[in-house]
C-alpha cells in the first residue's frame, strides 16, 4: 500500500509560479510511474505530466508544456511538479498519483491517489 501526499498549492497571481511535492509512505516510489493529474470545477480529471520511474521520460499535457516540469527524487519517494508562467486557466486541484506501470499517461493505470491541493491563479 502506498500513501501519498501533496503539498504546495496556494494562491498565486497570474505569471507567478508554484511547487508542489508528492511524498509518498507505505512503499518507495523507486518502481513506479508517476504522474500529476487536475480537475477544475465541472470537468474532468486530466493529466498534466508524468514521468517514468527512471526519470529518463516524461510526458506533459500541450496546455502546460514549457512552463511545467515535473520530476523526482527516488531517495526521498517524492515527486515534484515546478510550475511556471501560471495562467487563471490552471486553477484546478491537482492530484500526484502512483502507476505500478513504470511509465504511463493512462488514468485508468494508476494505482494509487493523493487527497489533491488546490492551486488558485488569480487574474
Known amino acids: 500500500q502506498v500513501q501519498l501526499v501533496e503539498s504546495g498549492g496556494g494562491l498565486v497571481q497570474a505569471g507567478g509560479s508554484l511547487r508542489l511535492s508528492c511524498t509518498a509512505s507505505?512503499?518507495?516510489?523507486?518502481?513506479?510511474?508517476m504522474g500529476w493529474f487536475r480537475q477544475a470545477p465541472g470537468k474532468e480529471r486530466e493529466s498534466v505530466a508524468a514521468?517514468?520511474?527512471?526519470?529518463?521520460?516524461?510526458y506533459y499535457a500541450d496546455s502546460v508544456k514549457g512552463r511545467f516540469t515535473i520530476s523526482r527524487d527516488n531517495a526521498k519517494s517524492t515527486v515534484f511538479l515546478q510550475m511556471n508562467s501560471l495562467k487563471p486557466e490552471d486553477t484546478a486541484v491537482y492530484y500526484c498519483?502512483?502507476?505500478?506501470?513504470?511509465?504511463?499517461?493512462?488514468?485508468?493505470?494508476?494505482?494509487?491517489w493523493g487527497q489533491g491541493t488546490q492551486v488558485t491563479v488569480s487574474s
Open positions: 498519483a502512483a502507476s505500478y506501470s513504470s511509465y504511463t499517461i493512462r488514468y485508468q493505470e494508476y494505482n494509487y
Open positions: 514521468i517514468s520511474w527512471s526519470g529518463g521520460s516524461t
Open positions: 507505505g512503499r518507495t516510489l523507486g518502481s513506479f510511474g
